[in-house]
């Protein structure tokens, strides 16, 4: 499915949306630490909590893998087109001597 999604945005567009995402995910899980550092919880509550929180960090660092992964594929996609623009102005330079 994530093959499909990439086909239909750019690179660029994707590594943006994740970083959204991961700096949202960053935000909930400071919010999830604040409180469970805050006040006194009752055990039903920090259990949820600490759930919610190694959810939020499992999530975190799937967006970081996913964004390593594009970055890499977003610098392979520039070195080819610097590649092609060089190419092209070899013959360019070529063709008009």
């Given at each position: 499915m994530a093959k499909k999604k990439r086909e239909n945005l750019g690179v660029a567009l994707e590594i943006?949306?994740?970083?959204?995402?991961?700096s949202q995910c960053q935000r909930d899980l400071e919010a999830v630490n604040f409180r469970l550092c805050g006040a006194?919880?009752?055990?039903?509550?920090?259990?949820?909590?600490?759930?919610?929180k190694n959810?939020?960090?499992n999530?975190?660092?799937?967006?970081?893998?996913?964004l390593k992964l594009l970055r890499q594929e977003n610098r392979k996609n520039m070195l080819l087109s610097v590649?092609?623009?060089?190419?092209?102005?070899?013959?360019?330079?070529w063709w008009t001597m």
């Open positions: 943006d949306g994740l970083e959204e995402k991961l006194e919880l009752s055990p039903d509550t920090r259990k949820s909590l600490e759930k919610e959810s939020l960090m999530k975190a660092s799937n967006y970081e893998k996913e590649a092609i623009f060089v190419l092209l102005s070899l013959i360019y330079a």
